[in-house]
């Protein structure tokens, strides 16, 4: 059974930062691409980074890029999502989710039907 258990949410003022964490298990973690997602209040839901497995290639939404960092440790199946000056816009539901990995990553990490599996969410506030 594939399972992604994503934590690490928390309150913080513009500025800071926060690390998410996606622990994943039931499949074969360099085969899949893991991507976070997130919610806010009112929005649709929004794909923020990914990161494929195996050549562990990396891609990031323009709203977050130079400020979020993604990576993982295979050893422990999780990827993680470090989170640097944060804006009051990062505020939401952040997900993680993850997909078997395709051969036009370059664009399908940006689609949602790429993703086969989804974990709960993790709140993210960012609040002066």
């Known amino acids: 059974e594939v399972q992604l258990q994503a934590s690490g949410g928390g309150v913080v003022q513009p500025g800071g930062s926060l690390r998410l964490s996606c622990a994943t298990s039931g499949f074969a973690f360099d085969e899949y691409a893991i991507g976070w997602w997130r919610q806010a209040p009112g929005k649709v839901r929004e794909v923020i980074s990914c990161i494929v497995g195996g050549d562990g290639r990396t891609y990031y939404a323009d709203s977050v890029k130079g400020r979020f960092t993604i990576s993982k440790n295979n050893a422990k199946n999780t990827v993680y999502l470090q989170m640097d000056s944060l804006k009051l816009e990062d505020t939401g539901l952040y997900f993680c989710?993850?997909?078997?990995?395709?051969?036009?990553?370059?664009?399908?990490?940006?689609?949602?039907?790429?993703?086969?599996?989804w974990g709960q969410g993790t709140q993210v506030t960012v609040s002066s």
């Open positions: 989710a993850a997909g078997t990995t395709a051969k036009a990553m370059d664009i399908m990490w940006m689609l949602e039907y790429q993703y086969e599996d």
